[in-house]
Every structure is written in C-alpha cells, then in structure tokens.
C-alpha cells in the first residue's frame, strides 16, 4: 500500500493523517491476511517508531474499526485480531496456533427464531470453522 493510498483512506474515513495512524494502516494491509493482533503490530510498528506505545495502536485500531475500515474479530484465540477484508466472509481457526483464515462459504440463510431472540435485534453473524491446519498436521 502506498502512502498516497494509506492517506487517502484515512481520510476517507474522516481521520486526520498522523504519522501513527498511517503506520498502523500500513502494516495492518501488509499482515492483514493473517488477521494480526494489536500486540503483532505494535511489534512491527516500534521497529520503525520505537515510541510508539500498545495503547496508540489499539487507540487506532479501535478508531478504525468504529468507522468500519476493519473488523475486530475475538475467535477464542486469547487476544482480538483484525480483519481488512471488506467482503462478507467467515473464518477458519486453527485449535493449535491459532492460525485464522479467510473463508468465502455461503453458509445459507441462518435465522434465530423470534421465542429464542430474547428480545434481541439481530443485526449480523459470522461463521466460525474450527480445526487443525495444514501446518499443525504436518
């Protein structure tokens, strides 16, 4: 991702361009497909900004999930991780690393029915598939 590119999002989104918010932005598009944690990019941010402290990256993580630029997934794995993929989709998790994976599947229509809703608004659903991967068999 290029910084005219990483700018142009965050502004899209209506969030001013600080050097923070574009790192963060950055790594998250480069590590994205392994949805990282906020711990995982705080990590890779601070080889480049060592100042940068953990509660700025989940500051711009939360920020960034609020104006729906990413998703916060919790899948049991012991940390929040982050998902860049705009597409409907659901997950695959590995029971031994951890490991989380894109999973483009239509699951059907899955409807809750109203007696068991207590009162709740459904308003989303996400699948999760959860297994061994390929490495952890190996």
Same mark, same amino acid.
Do not use: W
């Given at each position: ?39 995982? @990019? ?17 500051? @711009? ?60 608004? @459904? ?16």
């Amino acid at each position: 991702m290029t910084p005219d590119t990483v700018e142009a999002l965050l502004r899209a989104k209506g969030l001013r361009v600080t050097p923070q918010r574009a790192l963060v932005v950055r790594l998250l598009r480069r590590f994205g497909a392994d949805h990282p944690s906020a711990e995982t @990019i705080h990590v890779q941010a601070t080889r480049e900004m060592p100042s940068l402290s953990l509660r700025t990256v989940y500051t @711009i993580l939360d920020e960034l999930v609020d104006k729906k630029a990413v998703r916060s997934l919790d899948v049991g794995t012991g940390s929040k991780r982050f998902c860049v993929n705009p597409r409907r989709h659901h997950h695959l998790v590995c029971r031994q690393c951890g490991r989380i994976a894109d999973v483009l599947v239509d699951v059907g229509p899955l409807d809750v029915p109203v007696e068991q809703r207590r009162g709740f608004l @459904i308003t989303d659903h996400e699948v999760v598939f959860r297994g061994i991967c390929a490495v952890c068999r190996s």
